[in-house]
Every structure is written in C-alpha cells, then in structure tokens.
T-cell receptor
C-alpha cells in the first residue's frame, strides 16, 4: 500500500516551453501533497505544499507563477513548469501524505521522481 | 538550523548489520523521528518512525535513547540493494499543516554496502 506514481519519469524539452508533471496517490487519498526539487549531489528542497481544493503554499524563493500547482482531487496533483529554462533542469519529486482511512498514519510517501532536462 | 546530525558516509559488509546513528539533541516532546532512504535517481522511501519507544518493522529497527537526543537505525542484514542515502528527520506528526510538520531533508548518510 501507499504507492505514489509520477508521470512522466523523464522529459526533455526546449527552452521556453511548458512541462506538466502528474503525481498520483494510487491506493490512498491524500489531502496534502508536496513538491520537491533536487539538483545533482544535493538534498531535496521543498518547493510547495498543496491541499486539495485550495491554493498551494510556496516556499520562499519559489516563483508561484512559474511553477503552477493544481491539486484538484484527493489522488492527483500536477506541477506545470511554465516557460522552462535550462536552469529549471532538475529532479522533481512529489510526495503525498495519507489522510486517514485504512492507512491510519500521516506519513508522507514519495513518488519515483521526474527528471526534467531543458535544452 | 539543522535539527539532526548524521555522519556523511558509512560502509558496511553485505550480510552484516548496518547501524546508522543520528543526533537530534534539540528534539521537542511532540516531534517524531522519521527515517527515509533514497536510492540513486529514485524518490525517497519511507523506512520507519518513532516517538520514544523502539520500533521494528520488516525493513529495519529504530532505537531511540531514553533522553530522545539520539537514535540509531538498524538494518539487520544489509544487502547490496540497501546502498542509499539515509535521512533522519524530526517532525511534528499530525494532519494539521505547520512548519514543524514538514519533512526537511538534510544531507543524510551515504551508506555503501560492500560485497
């Protein structure tokens, strides 16, 4: 149980284009989802927290107009990188926190990550 | 400020127990100790968490000192697939979203299991 999927697993795009990454909790409902970014040889950095049906909360230094987050359902959150540039190339990882039910814990579970390369 | 301190790297022989230490001397009474690991180019994997009692599951054991200022993650029989970066994180558990309830990743410990 507690599986989180991401799609796509990797993407290469041209500078100036937009890229959408999907994050799904497959076997549990997630009221809260998180988006992290990880650059090579660095640790994970939290970008934003999203609650189902409400606006995301962004960490300091993260541009909300550039990284659009939609959390429209209890099992799906999307991150759209708008007008991507080479410096946005990174490993993007989503995480979902269980909201009770069968899995009675508030543990966060992570997706496998999406490798974004902007040319 | 870092809330946990872990060694940068450790080595372990395959089949032996891997004991990963973590110091969290400023831990608050309502903060849990969580352990995650990240295998290269994958998302972090939840391992175990605890408040003050020792915990065990199918993956590992977590030993928390009585004063809760440090803990040790034990992988009883390490395999090559356990090679990963291991993160020790303290957080306030609960569904209410606060700064203390977020998972904040430090640098972790790179565990290398050798054949």
């Amino acid at each position: 149980g507690a599986v989180v999927s991401q799609h796509p697993s990797w993407v290469i795009c041209k500078s100036g284009t937009s890229v959408k990454i999907e994050c799904r909790s497959l076997d549990f409902q997630a009221t809260t989802m998180f988006w992290y970014r990880q650059f090579p040889k660095q640790s994970l950095m939290l970008m934003a927290t999203s609650n189902e049906g409400s606006k995301a909360t962004y960490e300091q230094g993260v541009e909300k107009d550039k990284f659009l987050i939609n959390h429209a359902s209890l099992t799906l959150s999307t991150l759209t990188v708008t007008s991507a540039h080479p410096e946005d190339s990174s490993f993007y990882i989503c995480s979902a926190r269980t909201s009770g039910g069968i899995i009675v814990t508030d543990t966060q579970y992570f997706g496998p990550g999406t490798r974004l390369t902007v040319l | 400020d870092a809330k946990t301190t872990q060694p940068t790297s450790m080595d372990c022989a395959e089949g032996r127990a891997a004991n990963l230490p973590c110091n969290h001397s400023t831990i608050s009474g309502n903060e849990y100790v969580y352990w995650y690991r990240q295998i290269h180019s994958q998302g972090p994997q939840y391992i175990i968490h605890g408040l003050k009692n020792n915990e065990t599951n199918e993956m590992a054991s977590l030993i928390i000192t009585e004063d809760r200022k440090s803990s040790t993650l034990i992988l009883p029989h390490a395999t090559l697939r356990d090679t990963a970066v291991y993160y020790c994180i303290v957080r306030v558990a609960g569904w209410r979203e606060t700064s203390g309830s977020r998972l904040t990743f430090g640098e972790g410990t790179q565990l290398t299991v050798n054949p």
